[in-house]
């Protein structure tokens, strides 16, 4: 059984272009939620999908924007890159559907830096 | 308002017990984590705590939790150079699908 699993594993990108992360979930699971992780840093909640729908956000700018689709996979894209969104950018998944039975699991992450 | 605190460094010798204290703010948190990450890895979930208890054993791992001063402490038993690692406390305010808001983290360094 798959664990939740993310590509690219690193990603170099410049100031002002543009990017896009992928998540699969775990295997059962439906809802998936990216947190950015910056150096030295704990986690940050950037925002979560369930249903193809944002249902939580978190401080982020819409330069932030996110997609899942009907398989419960989720891309993360992030517009007019800058120096500070260097960072590994984590996804954990979860199932709601499951009446709050299981708990969230990160995937390995994707580490972005911005030149 | 939302915020965890946590000490960032901790030494240890190998087989001695390591203690990683935290605090946390939202007395309505309902879900308490303590997560793991090795370097250049994700994160791996040690344990979690619900908020109506106040001791969780797993091996060589214990969580106590003091919900009256808002404390939560991770115990790890004879600890190993396996062990070292950046610990992360963590809470959810309502449902264990919620938001994740996570302290700084601890870096547990083991002393031979």
Redesign the interface.
């Known amino acids: 059984d798959a664990g939740v699993t993310q590509s690219p594993t690193h990603l170099i990108k410049t100031r002002g272009q543009q990017v896009t992360l992928r998540c699969s979930p775990k295997s059962g699971h439906d809802t998936v939620s990216w947190y950015q992780q910056a150096l030295g840093q704990g986690p940050q909640f950037i925002f979560q999908y369930y249903e193809e729908e944002e249902r939580q956000r978190g401080n982020f700018p819409d330069r932030f924007s996110g997609h899942q689709f009907p398989n419960y996979s989720s891309e993360l894209n992030v517009n007019a890159l800058w120096l500070g969104d260097s960072a590994l950018y984590l996804c954990a998944s979860s199932s709601v559907t499951s009446g709050n039975t299981d708990t969230q699991y990160f995937g390995p992450g994707t580490r972005l830096t911005v030149l | 308002g939302e915020d965890?605190e946590q000490s960032l460094f901790l030494s240890v010798r190998e087989g001695d017990s390591s203690v990683i204290n935290c605090t946390y703010t939202d007395s309505s948190s309902t879900?308490l984590?303590w997560?793991k990450q090795e370097p250049g890895?994700?994160?791996?979930?040690l344990t979690?705590i619900f908020s109506n208890m106040d001791m969780k054993q797993d091996q060589r791992l214990t969580v106590l939790l003091n919900k009256k001063d808002k404390h939560l402490s991770l115990r790890i038993a004879d600890t190993q150079t396996g062990d070292s690692a950046i610990y992360?406390c963590?809470e959810t305010p309502m449902?264990?699908?919620?938001?994740?808001?996570?302290?700084?983290?601890t870096r547990l360094h083991i002393l031979p």
Do not use: E, M, S, T
Not at chain 2, 41 to 45: D, E, N, Y
């Open positions: 965890v879900y984590y997560y890895a994700g994160l791996q979930l979690y992360f963590a449902n264990r699908d919620d938001k994740i808001i996570f302290g700084k983290g």
